[in-house]
């Protein structure tokens, strides 16, 4: 079992997973494009299957802010899938990232 399939096995069970297919996507970002910024309404979690995000916001002066980098098997975008808010940070990413996206509706079912 790959890393990616133990951290969605713990968020759901596997049939659920399996059953909601659909609903799951799978998106490839180059390195330096930015996949959410701070004020967006996009409702889906990401699951990083390989590649590095820098999470963050931008400054007054347009500079970014970096919390965290973040890689393989590790996840963001939680915050505004569960809540209805516009995202408070940004995700860029630092090295070419396959992900895979899970919307708000297919996580509210699986809780």
Do not use: N
């Not at 297919?21 to 996949?35: H, K």
């Amino acid at each position: 079992m790959s890393a990616t399939d133990e951290v969605l096995s713990a968020l759901v069970p596997y049939a659920d997973l399996l059953g909601a297919v659909e609903d799951v996507q799978r998106e490839t970002y180059r390195a330096g494009e930015t996949v959410v910024t701070e004020g967006d309404t996009d409702d889906r979690l990401y699951v990083i299957v390989a590649g590095k995000v820098t999470l963050g916001c931008h400054s007054g002066d347009g500079r970014q802010c970096v919390f965290a980098v973040v890689g393989p098997s590790e996840m963001f975008g939680e915050e505004s899938a569960l809540d209805h808010g516009p995202r408070t940070s940004c995700a860029v990413t630092l090295t070419e990232v396959d992900v895979i996206c899970i919307p708000r509706q297919a996580l509210r079912s699986w809780l």
